[in-house]
Every structure is written in C-alpha cells, then in structure tokens.
C-alpha cells in the first residue's frame, strides 16, 4: 500500500467537499489537480474514482438534510397520508418532495445511460471545462444582475412545483452533457432564472444529488469491469471519507451564506479559474 498515494486521495477528497457543493465545477479542480499531483493509477480506475469519491459527499448530504427527506414516521408529520394506520406513518410532504426529484432526475438520468460514453469522450478534454467554467460565471453574473430588486416566487421546498422542477432538471442535463457546468452550477441558475429563492435552489440541488450522484457512481462500478486491489479500496475509502467530511462543512455553510450573499463572487469565480484552465494547458502544449 502506497501511503503517497493514500494521502493524495486525501487531497482529492478535501477538493472534491469543498468543488461538487460550491457552484464552481468539481471536474475543473479534479483536472487540474491531477495535471500537477496525479494519482499513480491506471486511466480507468482514476475515471472511477474521480465519479466514486462523491458516494462521501452525498453521504453528508443525506446526513445534513435528513429530516427534510426521510419520508417515514409519525414525529412532526404534518401531512400523514391517512389519520390511522400504517399510512400514519407516511409523510406526504416528503413524498411530494421525491416526486420532484425523479421528474428533475428524469432528463439527465436518460441522457445519461444512453450516451455517457460518447459525452465523455466528445467534452471531457480541457477546453469544452474551460469553457464550460467560463460561460456559466457569466451567466451566474447576468441572472444575479436580472433578479436584483425581484421577489423570487418559490420560497420553499414545498412550494416547488412540478414544471418547475423538470425545467430545473433541463438544466441539469445541460451539466451531464459538458464537464465543467458543475451539476450544481447549471440547477442553481436555472432555478434562478425561474423565480426561485437562492435558499430554496441550494436546497433542492443538494437533494436532487442523492439519486444523480449515487447513479452515476453506481453505473462507473458496474462499467469499471475490473477487480478492485487492496490498495485501491485504500484509496477509495480514503477519497469518500474526507469528501464526506469536508462536504458536511461546505453544506452547512453555503446554505448560510445564501441568505445574505448573492452567487456573483461564485461567477467571477469560474471565469478566473476557466482562465486559469486554458493558460495552463496552452502552455503547457507550448513547452
């Protein structure tokens, strides 16, 4: 067992917590952290891993929101589905909740497994992330200038409707198209532009996560195809337990931040970085 190589799966994970919650792009950082400290693994166990590492991060998710999506149980059960019974136990809010979820999931969960491969191939190079980075800073910018002094007209998790949440998933899709939209990036400003509250979005991203994530995690497992060594599983595990450690933080936190701050400081953000991105490898090329 390599304890280098332990540790620098440390690293991915602390960036991992703190990228796939930020609306910054995860697979921009992972990117280019691997160009200046790469795992010493095979191309496809790395391809797994950079995907695996999230079980960590979702995870944290389902810890911090629990209460907000465990749909079973008679405590603070507002809308039980019947007054007696084993349908006491039903939460009908949360049931609700989940509903919305699998119509955001839908587009991108198609999309998806027919054509992940081809995507991967096609838009997984440095110039489709930089300019993914890039174009979605901006339009973090533009929906920040286009909703000062708006009242957003969905300000709770309850109040979501179902068109609005697959038009959210529309954009998601756009995220499991091209690297470096950042999954959270594209559905934020989408709910954004649909008179969403910040909080609200953050919210219904994060859990729109728990099924994305733990899908394409569970879909590389299956294609990885190969059998998984001692020092991998190492590797793994210490990717997913720091990427859940971190992420616990970065979540509390953001939703915090939220309800004072706007998501421009996020945009210039991204388009420093894609700046960043494009350079590196130009030069990089040049030398």
């Not at 929101?65 to 405590?75: A, E, H, S, Y």
């Not at 969960?109 to 890039?134: E, K, M, S, T, W």
């Not at 728990?210 to 899908?215: E, N, T």
């Not at 421009?264 to 953000?269: E, Q, S, T």
Request: proline share 3%; aromatic share 12%; with cysteine.
């Amino acid at each position: 067992m390599n304890i280098i190589e332990i540790l620098k799966a440390v690293l991915f994970g602390i960036v991992e917590g703190i990228a796939e919650w930020l609306p910054i792009s995860s697979t921009g950082h992972m990117i280019i952290l691997n160009e200046i400290m790469p795992l010493k693994v095979s191309d496809a166990f790395y391809s797994l891993f950079e995907v695996v590492i999230q079980l960590g991060a979702i995870v944290a998710v389902i810890w911090v929101f629990w209460d907000r999506i465990w749909p079973f149980g008679k405590k603070d059960n507002r809308f039980p589905a019947a007054k007696d019974g084993p349908l006491a136990w039903v939460k009908m809010d949360k049931i609700r909740l989940w509903l919305k979820v699998v119509v955001a999931c839908v587009p991108a969960a198609v999309v998806g497994v027919l054509f992940d491969d081809v995507f991967d191939r096609l838009f997984h190079n440095y110039v489709c992330v930089a300019v993914a980075l890039i174009l979605f800073g901006v339009a973090f910018i533009l929906v920040e200038n286009y909703r000062r002094g708006r009242k957003s007209k969905i300000r709770s998790l309850d109040a979501l409707d179902y068109r609005t949440a697959a038009l959210i998933g529309v954009f998601q899709l756009i995220a499991a198209v091209f690297p470096g939209t950042s999954r959270s990036g594209a559905t934020i400003v989408g709910a954004l532009l649909l008179g969403v509250s910040r909080r609200t979005s953050v919210q219904f991203t994060f859990i729109l996560a728990i099924p994305v994530m733990l899908g394409a995690s569970l879909l590389k497992l299956v294609k990885y195809g190969a059998p998984i060594s001692g020092g991998e599983w190492a590797i793994l595990i210490a990717g997913m337990v720091t990427a859940c450690a971190v992420s616990l933080l970065v979540i509390r936190r953001l939703l915090n931040y939220v309800r004072r701050h706007s998501f421009k400081p996020f945009g210039w953000y991204r388009i420093a970085l894609g700046v960043v991105v494009l350079a590196f490898f130009l030069i990089r090329a040049a030398v």
